[in-house]
T-cell receptor
Framework: TQLLEQSPQFLSIQEGENLTVYCNSS?????LQWYRQEPGEGPVLLVTVVTGGEVKKLKRLTFQFGDARKDSSLHITAAQPGDTGLYLCAGVDNDKIIFGKGTRLHILP | EADIYQTPRYLVIGTGKKITLECSQTMGHDKMYWYQQDPGMELHLIHYSYGVNSTEKGDLSSESTVSRIRTEHFPLTLESARPSHTSQYLC?????????????FGPGTRLTVT
């Protein structure tokens, strides 16, 4: 069974700090997606990474796909209260998409 | 901007009632999905469809059923609701090719069965 482990499960930091969250698996994925979900809403796609070693930037968010396409990280620079939410990674393998349990991030003003 | 809608947003019903959760998308996506998500837990795929008249069960066993008579519409039905069905139900859609599997989610229906 393919599993995506996300760490940490919970993270609470002060506004302005930097942080990194991780998404790890023993399986290889053809692509990996990151979503952010706010309370009472559905997840919203942030980025898809496809190539091993790929780095994508979305303003203060930097996403990296591992060289072996088994893991990914999300780095946020100078976190803001608006970054608060549940961050989900999802791996795609052939016909299946698998979600991790997510990292719940809380940015304190 | 994704256009996928779910109704109702919140539903509280008694045990034994039949309910249908509605999901519609206006993007012309062939693929549609239903997920179940409990608080603090991961998304579990319960049903998916790759097009009209196509429906498949997902990884998590569910007593619900789905239908796909029109491309834009993917309703989920529970014939007899039970308290164990209390959860958040999320509908999603994605394109058939290219950026396949990138999921566009609706806002969800929070179901409580008393």
């Amino acid at each position: 069974t393919q599993l995506l482990e996300q760490s940490p499960q919970f993270l609470s930091i002060q506004e302005g700090e930097n942080l990194t969250v991780y998404c790890n698996s023993s399986s290889v994925f053809s692509s990996l997606q990151w979503y952010r979900q706010e309370p009472g809403e559905g997840p919203v796609l942030l980025v898809t990474v496809v190539t091993g070693g790929e780095v994508k930037k979305l303003k203060r968010l930097t996403f990296q796909f591992g060289d072996a396409r088994k893991d990914s990280s999300l780095h946020i620079t100078a976190a803001q209260p608006g970054d608060t939410g549940l961050y989900l990674c999802a791996g795609v393998d052939n016909d299946k998409i698998i979600f991790g349990k997510g990292t719940r991030l809380h940015i304190l003003p | 901007e994704a256009d996928i809608y779910q109704t109702p947003r919140y539903l509280v019903i008694g045990t034994g009632k039949k309910i249908t959760l509605e999901c519609s998308q206006t993007m012309g996506h062939d693929k549609m999905y239903w997920y179940q998500q409990d608080p603090g837990m991961e998304l579990h795929l319960i049903h998916y469809s790759y097009g009209v008249n196509s429906t498949e069960k997902g990884d998590l066993s569910s007593e619900s059923t789905v239908s796909r008579i029109r491309t834009e519409h993917f309703p989920l039905t529970l014939e007899s609701a039970r308290p164990s069905h209390t959860s958040q139900y999320l509908c999603a859609s994605s394109e058939a090719g290219g950026r396949a599997y990138e999921q566009y989610f609706g806002p969800g229906t929070r179901l409580t069965v008393t």
